[in-house]
DNA sequence: CGAGCCATTGAATGCCATCAATTTTAGTGG
DNA sequence: CCACTAAAATTGATGGCATTCAATGGCTCG
């Protein structure tokens, strides 16, 4: 069903690859000044993952850990009967493969061609030893992706299809305005089933409503994947 | 709606009162040895909730940290247009009350009469300096309740209206082993109401479905709060 | 340009919500 | 201990939103 893992390793040699990176502001490297982050960047490694390709399996022994620097990634639970469950999108600058358990509780795949930073588990902890600043920040990014968890669970219990589908658009964009690109429009990285397996509804569901949203000039379409919100403040808000 | 916080300090002089705690080998403190455990019994405050009072609300200064020491709490967000949605039950051992924001997202409320040990943050996280092994098992314990939110993401998202029930059942049952208590007969210490506005559903749903398990023997009900689970090992789990 | 996948639209079904009434429980005071 | 009351839980009848089943349309990539 899904594609095999695969990806391609380009440690290059350029000096200062940290010091430069694109998302080092919002990921955990951000609290490393220049001097220190020559050690991060000794113990990692860049990787590649092609559009589609998985970067681990739900169940694979937890080795490694990721910062994404670019591109985005589907995590999804499967259960023993085949359903599907997304359980979040993730973006340049978020940190992926940390888990309480000894196994992968999620699968992860790359929705778009996709460059993460891959550090070795075991070295990453040690790491931790000698910068304990590194720990704090991640306990920041995880306690970050629980509060973004407990709105999903908002969501998925008390929210309309017509309501989780303005609240993705609206989160797809507040992310995007993080990163510094524009808030409006947005593009959708992932298909319609993955958009309906993330927000808990069915592909025909989610096409009925966006035919809905759109007949009603609330959002403009550019083919399937790009939306315009046409008045992103009249879109309510129901969280904070 | 809900009544006004209220609670009672007593901070006993009884020497060792961290050393001999009952959920010190689940909680936080359970990896400090029995040597420095008294420097994190000096900065910590027992407190006492009756049942229904409020241990914070949303949008509240984090200024606390607790551990559970006996009793049990609900969390839960509360959106502008009055739909309340209970992101969590928590249990003696857990910690409460961190978050990635200045404020806390959601509000928490004591099930029954509970006992918390309470630490202020700005002092427990200077703590965290001295004794680095702390955060690290925290940051252990936040994963641990990510991947529980994760799980509750599935359930809303996939699940039926009596696979959430008896998932729900099995996690109390699984979470009191844990504890050392039996894993069955379960207790309910929340309302049905609770139980709607945990699993997505309205209290109806969860009445009539609670009496279809009855009719088909899968549970048996001894008051409204005490649940038998017929058969445990048969009924059907979906994940792990 | 055709094949296959993805997305859209339509019609019918079903599960859970809503509205409404009754029963049971829990808490209080006599 | 029992009567009394209010809240909580259960049960019934009906309705609606999202699902399911089915068919068409449209994009993308050899």
Not at 42 to 60: H, L, M, V
Not at 179 to 195: F, K, V, Y
Request: hydrophobic share 35%; charged share 20%; net charge positive.
């Amino acid at each position: 069903m899904e594609p095999v893992a695969s990806c391609t390793t380009r440690n290059k040699n350029n000096n200062h690859r940290c010091a430069q990176c694109s998302v080092r502001l919002i990921a955990f490297c951000g609290i490393l000044d220049d001097s220190d982050i020559i050690q991060l960047e000794a113990i990692s490694k860049n990787k590649s993952f092609p559009k589609g390709t998985n970067i681990f399996f739900q169940g694979d022994q937890v080795k490694t850990f990721f910062n994404i620097k670019q591109g985005s990634i589907k995590i999804y639970k499967l259960s023993h009967d085949g359903r599907k469950q997304i359980v979040g999108f993730l973006y340049p600058g978020d940190f992926l493969g940390m888990s309480d358990q000894e196994v992968y509780t999620y699968t992860a795949e790359a929705l778009e061609d996709t460059q993460l930073c891959q550090f070795n588990k075991i070295v990453l902890e040690n790491f931790f030893l000698k910068f304990p600043k590194i720990e704090n920040k991640i306990l920041n990014l995880v306690n970050h992706e629980l509060a973004v968890a407990q709105d999903q669970i908002f969501l998925l219990g008390k929210y309309s299809a017509r309501e989780r589908l303005l609240q993705f658009f609206l989160n797809i964009s507040n992310q995007r305005e993080k990163l510094g690109w524009g808030g409006n429009p947005i593009r959708l990285s992932m298909s319609r089933t993955d958009i309906a397996n993330y927000l808990g509804l069915t592909i025909e569901t989610v096409s009925r409503t966006l035919s809905e949203l759109k007949n009603e000039q609330i959002i403009r379409m550019i083919g399937t994947h790009d939306i315009f919100l046409n008045n992103k403040k009249q879109i309510p808000q129901y969280l904070n």
